[in-house]
């Protein structure tokens, strides 16, 4: 189960890299705010021309995704527990949220 730190320095930076053009045709910039031990706020670009993941408040976000970093390592393990964590309230998303959907073809293998 990654924290969110190795799954923003390394994890993911890594599957956008495998294919960019893939990441790029979300054509989505992401926002994540992950709270407590971790934690922190990376931007995830999946813009043609700008694919990659930073971290801070990079370009303005289309979609920003709040959760704690207890729950991104259960997501993480359980990438299909992201609905329940939504519908718990475990998971605050603003902007586009049916972005959020397409998120798991870039964060799962």
């Known amino acids: 189960m990654p924290d969110a730190q190795t799954s923003f320095t390394k994890d993911i930076p890594e599957r956008i890299a495998k294919d960019p053009q893939k990441a ?11 709270s407590g ?9 999946l813009k043609e021309g700008s694919v990659g993941v930073s ?4 370009e303005d976000a289309n979609c920003t995704i709040e959760m704690s970093s207890d ?4 997501m993480s ?10 519908f718990a309230g475990k998971i605050k998303v603003s ?6 959907t397409k998120l798991t073809e870039i964060l799962t293998d």
């Not at 971290?55 to 990079?58: A, C």
């Open 55 to 58: 971290e801070g408040e990079g």
């Open 71 to 74: 729950d991104w390592k259960g």
């Open 77 to 86: 393990d359980n990438p299909s527990s992201a609905m329940q964590l939504y």
């Open 37 to 45: 031990n971790d934690g922190g706020t990376w931007t995830v670009s």
């Open 95 to 100: 902007g586009n949220a049916m972005l959020a």
């Open 24 to 34: 790029a045709n979300l054509d989505a910039v992401f926002l994540f705010k992950i």
